[in-house]
Each structure stands twice: as C-alpha cells, then as structure tokens.
C-alpha cells in the first residue's frame, strides 16, 4: 500500500524566514513523482513544486526547493524568504508511473507571522 | 480550456437519499481521481480510474460508487448518503508523461447530509 506522512501537522515561521515542511513515502517503485501541493482557504489546490524520481538535482522553483532523497524515501519543501500569501495548508504526494495512484499525506498547516 | 470542471457546487441531501457527482476534464488526461476533504484534514482517495475503462478503490471507497463514462467523464455516486458523508468533495485528473506532469482539480462539492 502506498502511505504518505506528513509529520508536523501545524508550523509557524516568521515573516522572511525559511520553513522546512517534511513528508516522507513508502513505495516499491523506482519510476515516480513527487508532487508539493499548496491549498490557501479558497480551497483551490496550487502546484508549488514537482520532482522526478529518476533525477538526482532537487528541484527548485523561485523561492521554493525540495531536498530530495530517494533511498530514505524522503520529500522535504523548503520556503525561503517566506511570505503572509504562503499561509495555507501543504501537501505532499507521490505519483507512480504504474498504476497511476496519486495519495496525499495529512497536510501540514503553515501560519506566516507579520 | 476549462480544465476539471464538477457539479454542483453545492448540495444538501437528506439521510438516505441519493446523488452523482459529475466531474469532466477537457485535458485529454488518462487518470482521474474523486477524493473527500473533511474540516481541516487532508486529502482522502476515495476511487479512482487510472485510464478508461478502469477503476479501482481508494482508501475510504464504502459507501461510494464511481463510473469512468468515457475518457473525459467520471462520476460519483452516493446511493445512500449519511452524514458521515457530509465533506467536500474534489475529482481531479493527470496523465503520467515524461516531463511537467501534473494534476488538476475541479474547484469542489460542499455536500452536508442531514
């Protein structure tokens, strides 16, 4: 079965800072994606941040990064710089190429501090 | 290009009655996907059809049946709804490619049962 964790269900970082958010997945595939998943109030789900297993550089988007690491089968998102539209509920999820099932993990909320 | 599209919006069911949930996606995607968010949790695959003519059960599929109608359509069905179904309601669709894959979600159902 593939699980997803989330462990911090809640995290608080101050305006500017940098916030890490951890996720990590249990799978036997070696071919996958991993996707970060932002959803503020309106409940709208945004793509932050994606990242094929098959690539060893983490990627990078603005001020957003992932530290990626297949064997541990961990998933981390890094905001940096971090700003009051960043509040909102994260969620990370892999995406496997066989069987195409996409699960989500807990969430974690992020509050953004003035 | 409206892209994942669900109605209604809104529905209020009395116990035991019945209703489909309708979810399209103009995006030539393969896989789709229904999920149930309750009050401040996360994401919770309910069914969901890896391509057409395919489905397969999530991780809280009881009470709930689904249909993939054709490669644009799918559909959830509540035969007989409880108010343990009261939640909102997400179909969302992708296609596993070899670069920029992503998912997509409709704006979501707001079902109570009373």
């Known amino acids: 079965a593939q699980t997803v964790t989330q462990s911090q269900p809640e995290m608080s970082v101050q305006e500017a800072e940098t916030v890490t958010l951890s996720c990590t997945y249990d799978?036997?595939?070696?071919?996958?994606?991993l996707f970060w998943y932002k959803q503020p109030p309106s409940r709208q789900m945004i793509l932050v941040i994606r990242?094929?297993?098959?690539?060893?550089q983490n990627a990078t988007e603005n001020r957003f990064s992932v530290n990626f690491q297949k064997a541990a089968k961990s998933f981390s998102l890094k905001i940096s710089d971090s700003q009051l539209g960043d509040a909102a509920m994260y969620f990370c999820a892999p995406f496997m190429e066989y069987g195409n099932k996409l699960v989500f993990g807990a969430g974690t909320i992020l509050r953004v501090k003035s | 290009n409206a892209g994942v599209t669900q109605t209604p919006k809104f529905q209020v069911l009395k116990t035991g009655q019945s209703m489909t949930l309708q979810c399209a996606q103009d995006?030539?995607?393969?896989?789709m996907y229904w999920y149930r968010q309750d009050p401040g949790m996360g994401l919770r695959l309910i069914y969901y059809s890896a391509s057409e003519g395919t489905t397969d059960k999530g991780e809280v599929p009881n009470g709930y049946n689904v249909s993939r109608l054709n490669k644009r359509e799918f559909s959830l069905r509540l035969e007989s709804a409880a108010p343990s179904q009261t939640s909102v309601y997400f179909c969302?669709?992708?296609?596993?490619?070899?670069?920029?894959?992503?998912?997509?979600f409709g704006q979501g159902t707001r079902l109570t049962v009373v």
């Open positions: 995006m030539n995607h393969n896989s």
């Open positions: 969302a669709s992708t296609t596993f490619i070899t670069v920029n894959t992503e998912a997509f």
């Open positions: 990242q094929e297993a098959y690539k060893q």
């Open positions: 799978t036997s595939e070696s071919d996958y994606y």
